[in-house]
């Protein structure tokens, strides 16, 4: 340490503030790198997952809803019931059709894609099949169109069910992993902040304590020598090696 010892006063104590200044910026940048961290946690969730989740819990509600409006023109109703019920049909599958198109921006791996092509593709079967009981009923064929929808329909719509219940599961998983990233996030910036914390107060003890110790010691020898001045003693040992103010006050002494 004789080198900092030799640094005159004003270079010592910019000296001191830079390394104070340095920790603080350390500190600075472990806050913003944890901040970042969980902000881009909290962005997938609010931006990807959440939506997801909400899509397939609104798509099983309009799957549920197209079973009941095909059902309304199958049985025997009015012409103006049947009609309304296929146009209502008409718009829960346009409808479905919009959610398969979001959702797809939302899809955050392979086996994710795949099991939305499955439910695409379920859902095109089990509407073909809806489409033949209709065509069945403009044929008059109601027998052959109630027994193809408690039958054939029936199977294909659950199959599109089934489809979706798995893709229900996979953004279920991914929420649950996506909540534990951000609580696993917010524990290390947590852990970061009072480290870095920790560090900014030892640090600036510790520099505190030098730059105490190093003033202290040079103006208690310097007192000393010239309480020996004042004393008559005049052969007193004075360490002339410093290099700063009070280094150039011992050595006028001497």
């Known amino acids: 340490m004789q080198w900092f010892s030799s640094l005159k006063l004003a270079p010592k104590l910019m000296l001191a503030f830079g390394v104070v200044l340095l920790i603080m910026l350390v500190q600075g940048i472990g806050a913003y790198s944890g901040l970042r961290s969980m902000n881009a946690v909290t962005s997938s969730l609010a931006d990807d997952v959440l939506p997801s989740v909400t899509l397939v819990g609104e798509t099983r509600a309009l799957l549920g809803e197209y079973r009941t409006a095909s059902y309304r023109g199958l049985v025997r109703a009015s012409d103006?019931?049947?009609?309304?019920?296929?146009?209502?049909?008409?718009?829960?599958?346009?409808?479905?059709?919009?959610?398969?198109?979001?959702?797809?921006?939302?899809?955050?791996?392979?086996?994710?894609?795949?099991?939305?092509?499955?439910?695409?593709?379920?859902?095109?079967?089990?509407?073909?099949?809806?489409?033949?009981?209709?065509?069945?009923?403009?044929?008059?064929?109601?027998?052959?169109?109630?027994?193809?929808?408690?039958?054939?329909?029936?199977?294909?719509?659950?199959?599109?069910?089934?489809?979706?219940?798995?893709?229900?599961?996979?953004?279920?998983?991914?929420?649950?992993?996506?909540?534990?990233?951000?609580?696993?996030?917010?524990?290390?910036?947590?852990?970061?902040?009072?480290?870095?914390?920790l560090a900014g107060i030892g640090g600036g003890l510790v520099v505190a304590w030098l730059m105490a110790r190093s003033l202290t010691s040079a103006v208690r020898e310097a007192a000393a020598v010239s309480q020996d001045v004042a004393n008559g003693k005049l052969d007193s040992h004075i360490d002339t090696r410093r290099n700063d103010e009070i280094g150039d006050l011992l050595k006028s002494m001497q």
């Open 80 to 197: 103006a019931v049947k009609a309304e019920a296929r146009e209502r049909a008409a718009g829960i599958d346009a409808q479905l059709q919009t959610n398969f198109e979001t959702y797809r921006q939302y899809v955050t791996s392979p086996e994710e894609q795949r099991m939305l092509d499955d439910l695409v593709s379920a859902w095109a079967a089990a509407k073909d099949s809806y489409a033949s009981v209709n065509e069945m009923l403009d044929l008059e064929l109601p027998d052959d169109a109630t027994d193809t929808f408690i039958g054939e329909t029936s199977q294909l719509h659950n199959a599109a069910s089934a489809a979706l219940g798995a893709l229900a599961a996979e953004s279920n998983r991914i929420a649950t992993e996506s909540r534990a990233k951000a609580d696993s996030a917010y524990a290390t910036s947590s852990l970061l902040l009072v480290v870095l914390l």
